[in-house]
Structures are given as C-alpha cells and as structure tokens.
C-alpha cells in the first residue's frame, strides 16, 4: 500500500506521442472504457457536439476520432497524452527516473471516459469529460456510471488521498470513499477584498507543480505539503485543517 495517491484532473485537450516514453499497462477498466465507446458511437454528430459543449472543427475532430478509435494499439502514456496547463508545469519530459517512478506509484488521473489512470497507462485521444451527461449502461450520466468503482481502486492503494482535482472530478471518488480513508484537498487561492479566490488558471498551474514538487522531494506525508513554496504560494495555517491544506499566493 502507498502512503499516500494524489488524484489529478484531466485535460481537455490530448496529443499522440508514442515515443518519449513506454506504455506500460492497459487502463484497469478498459471494459467500462468499451461500454462509453460504443454509447458515443451510437450518437448522431450533432448529439455529440452538444454532449461536448465545443465548436464545429472540434466536434469534426472528436468524430473522426471516435470513427478510428483503438483502445489497445498506438497509445500514448497518460501522463504525456494530456496537454493542459497542469500537465505543462508537472513537465514529466523533464523528470529523472526516480521522479518518473515517484509519480508511476503515486499518481492517479482521473477520467470521464477510463475511469481512473495511472501515468503510464496506454490512452488513445478522447473527449469526454465526467460531467457530461451521457447515458450509458443504463446510467443517467458519468457519476452513476462510474459509481464507487473509482474511490474503490484508489483506496485499494492507500489509506490517504490528496485531492489535486477539480470539484467536478472530486465528486466522482470523495461521497464514495469510507470513512477511515483519509481525503486532503489542497486549495491554491489569493486573498481579493477579504475573501480567498481559486482562479481556474493558477489553480492548474499550483496543482501540476505540486506533482511535480512532490516527486522531487519524494514526500510520503500529506504533512510534507505545508512547506510547498512554489509561484508565491504559502500554506496558510489559519485556512487550512485535516482535511483542507490552503495555500495562499502572496502579493
């Protein structure tokens, strides 16, 4: 059992890249994954840009994909296939081996489409994001489809999760988790006209270097966190308790 598993969100936008780094496993619920595949499939085009909230030359896009879309051949490894601003300050093509396999052990993304990925897992382009209401499985949408299958697989690994994610991805593992099982979110804001502001932004850039900030330090301990010093961020004691580590950007 890990000490600790970190859950980050995913990213919307997602590239192919087969070379950097070697795909070690297929995703554990690549069977669900099939499920959600065939749902999309069965879709008219229009039904699908509006499941997707995007425009017409993304929605061209995300159609073809769907049309040639192979789950187990041509993938790239999770960590490298999402290239959103949290994925750019984690800069896994920069990491040394040793933090490559601190991040293997302790990180996990979570997925509207794979349910839960761990770094090296082969994924292939997708759009899909946990709160889009897809029906599937006879699930009126992702959070139901989706059940307690993914807090189950995190808790099989560790008693403690530090929450990286987004409130939308959150949703899909914090109600499901036991009780004994330890959940700390990290929250990065600024202090505006006496309140603490999250700005979407910052957050991602805080949370990806936060990954990556760990790695580098090997933490163990959620503890550990409070000393993260990184693009002006300070722990604030007076916000934070057991459950929530605030980290306030300073002026």
């Known amino acids: 059992m890990n000490t600790l598993v970190m859950i980050l969100s995913p990213a919307k936008k997602m590239r192919v890249d087969t070379d950097s780094f070697a795909v070690r496993d297929l995703p554990q619920f690549l069977d669900k994954a099939e499920t959600l595949l065939a749902s999309l499939r069965a879709m008219e085009p229009r039904a699908l840009q509006a499941l997707w909230k995007c425009n017409d030359q993304i929605a061209a896009l995300n159609v073809e994909r769907?049309?040639?879309?192979?789950?187990?051949?041509?993938?790239?490894?999770?960590?490298?296939?999402?290239?959103?601003?949290?994925?750019?300050y984690l800069a896994p093509n920069v990491m040394t081996g040793e933090q490559l396999d601190y991040v293997a052990a302790h990180l996990?993304?979570?997925?509207?489409?794979?349910?839960?990925?761990?770094?090296?897992?082969?994924?292939?382009?997708?759009?899909?994001?946990?709160?889009?209401?897809?029906?599937?499985?006879?699930?009126?949408?992702?959070?139901?489809?989706?059940?307690?299958?993914l807090a189950g697989s995190?808790?099989?690994?560790?008693?403690?999760?530090?929450?990286?994610?987004?409130?939308?991805?959150?949703?899909?593992?914090?109600?499901?988790?036991?009780?004994?099982?330890?959940?700390?979110?990290?929250?990065?804001?600024?202090?505006?006209?006496g309140k603490t502001v999250e700005?979407?932004?910052?957050?991602?850039?805080?949370?990806?270097?936060?990954?990556?900030?760990?790695?580098?330090?090997?933490v163990e301990q959620p503890e550990q966190m409070r000393d993260f010093d990184q693009l002006g961020y300070r722990f604030c004691s007076e916000e934070s308790d057991e459950t929530t580590y605030t980290f306030i950007k300073e002026e």
Not at 66 to 88: C, E, F, H, K, Q
Not at 141 to 148: A, C, R, S
Not at 177 to 191: K, N, Q, S
């Open 66 to 88: 769907l049309t040639d879309m192979d789950l187990r051949r041509n993938l790239t490894p999770a960590l490298l296939s999402y290239d959103g601003i949290a994925y750019r």
């Open 199 to 218: 700005k979407g932004t910052m957050c991602k850039m805080a949370r990806g270097e936060m990954v990556r900030w760990m790695a580098e330090r090997r």
């Open 108 to 149: 996990r993304i979570l997925s509207g489409f794979y349910g839960v990925l761990r770094p090296f897992d082969g994924v292939t382009p997708y759009r899909l994001e946990m709160g889009a209401r897809l029906s599937a499985g006879g699930c009126r949408d992702l959070y139901q489809f989706w059940g307690g299958a």
């Open 154 to 193: 995190l808790c099989g690994e560790s008693s403690c999760i530090v929450n990286l994610a987004s409130k939308e991805y959150s949703r899909a593992v914090e109600p499901h988790l036991p009780p004994d099982v330890r959940f700390v979110t990290a929250v990065f804001g600024e202090h505006i006209g």
